[in-house]
């Protein structure tokens, strides 16, 4: 075993086949490292609360596959909406892959992340389309596309 690692870091295909890099499964990954005495209550409570919105999403996807979204209640349609956002929200554009992608590559410090993960799991973003959350920096960066995405179709 490797008793002396801290954390263990889970790439899925599921993830990757969604088009979301790094293709991390935040549900299935794990570190020591995330304690509320080591990375502060604020950081452990909304990092708990990531991971707890995306695997009630999880357990709903197969609901959704039978029945569809039609057949959630109004909060599961809410849990769902908010977990897809956050899982595009996980994604990062790396400056590494700007050549390839020709996305720029952004760099959002902690405390940011802490608190626009916190605005999506709150609900003040719900009227923010998810695909304003991919491939993006932070909660500006977020608002600044989902402005231009509104823009773009009320010029039509």
Do not use: W
Not at 4 to 32: F, K
Not at 95 to 114: C, H, M, N, S, Y
Not at 138 to 156: F, N, Q, S, T
């Amino acid at each position: 075993t490797f008793a002396h690692l801290d954390a263990t870091t889970v790439l899925s295909r599921q993830i990757a086949e969604l088009g979301i890099y790094p293709a991390v499964d935040p549900l299935d990954c794990t570190s020591r490292m995330l304690d509320p005495s080591i990375v502060g209550q604020r950081h452990y409570d909304v990092a708990r609360s990531t991971q707890k919105i995306l695997q009630d999403y999880k357990s709903l996807q197969d609901i959704i596959a039978i029945l569809g979204m039609d057949e959630l209640s109004e909060e599961d349609k809410l849990t769902v909406a908010r977990a897809r956002k956050v899982q595009r929200f996980l994604s990062q554009p790396f400056f590494v892959a700007e050549i390839f992608t020709g996305t720029p590559g952004k760099f959002v410090d902690l405390e940011t992340t802490i608190s626009d993960f916190e605005e999506v799991l709150s609900g003040s973003c719900d009227d923010i389309p998810e695909n304003a959350f991919y491939m993006i920096g932070g909660m500006a960066d977020v608002k600044e596309k989902a402005a231009k995405m509104a823009a773009a179709i009320a010029g039509r």
